[in-house]
């Protein structure tokens, strides 16, 4: 099945730091990404939704300018955490979606990235 | 509105034992479909099965068997006589007929099984 990679697996930073979490689709093009965050012991939360070559769409109660999406290629979509604090510390998973499985419309989820803010 | 239940939120079982993991959920599309995935210690998510609505046939593949009741909006999975490396967090999810929108997920139903 296709594959899709996240980059870094986990990451530590400071307080009020920024942290750019990739993810890529590596045998197929994604034409749309999503991004969901998963705080422990709970459900994973759409966050966005991420059209190459357009603006992201941004779920209700997700702060656009502190959570910055960009998915300038058919392969890449980062998301960036600008001034993180201890509350943006989750694990941030993506999923591409597979244009050229037609009405299947398959999503293949990345394996995740692990945040934690200090 | 979407939205899937899994009121279970944890069940504790012993190996070789049976279980039933629940799932209901609401959509007003009368096209949609239901996964069930796997997610154990390590976050990432295992796919174990999709399921059309046009497509009421239930399924069983190895321990794993899922039975879709369309009537009661259910979608339910049943694990035939667990194992260890079954302990997990399952997650039902949905989503609805237009092609490119986001899978709507339950919270959860995290699984113990002891030896």
């Known amino acids: 099945g296709a594959v899709v990679s996240q980059h870094p697996s986990w990451v530590i930073c400071k307080s009020g730091t920024s942290v750019k979490i990739e993810c890529r689709s590596l045998d197929f093009q994604a034409t749309t990404m999503f991004w969901y965050r998963q705080f422990p012991k709970q459900s994973l939360m759409l966050m966005a939704t991420?059209?190459?070559?357009?603006?992201?769409?941004?779920e209700q109660g997700v702060e656009k300018d502190k959570f910055l999406i960009n998915h300038a290629s058919l392969t890449l979509s980062t998301l960036t955490v600008t001034s993180a604090h201890p509350e943006d510390s989750s694990f941030y998973i993506c999923?591409?979606?597979?244009?050229?499985?037609?009405?299947?419309?398959?999503?293949?989820f990345g394996p995740g990235t692990r945040l934690t803010v200090l | 509105a979407q939205k899937v239940t899994q009121a279970q939120t944890e069940i504790s079982v012993v190996e070789k034992e049976d279980v039933t993991l629940d799932c209901v959920y609401e959509t007003r599309d009368t096209t949609y479909y239901l996964f069930w995935y796997k997610q154990p210690p390590s976050g990432e998510l295992v796919f174990l099965i999709r399921r059309n609505s046009f497509d009421e046939q239930n399924e069983i593949s190895g321990r794993y068997s899922w039975n879709f009741q369309k009537s009661t909006s259910s979608f339910n999975f049943t694990i035939t006589a667990s194992q260890v490396v079954d302990s997990a967090v399952y997650f039902c999810?949905?989503?609805?007929?237009?092609?490119?929108?986001?899978?709507?997920f339950g919270k959860g139903t995290t699984l113990s099984v002891s030896s």
């Open positions: 999923s591409a979606r597979d244009p050229a499985s037609g009405s299947m419309d398959t999503q293949y």
């Open positions: 999810a949905l989503r609805g007929s237009q092609a490119g929108t986001a899978l709507i």
């Open positions: 991420s059209n190459e070559g357009s603006k992201a769409t941004y």
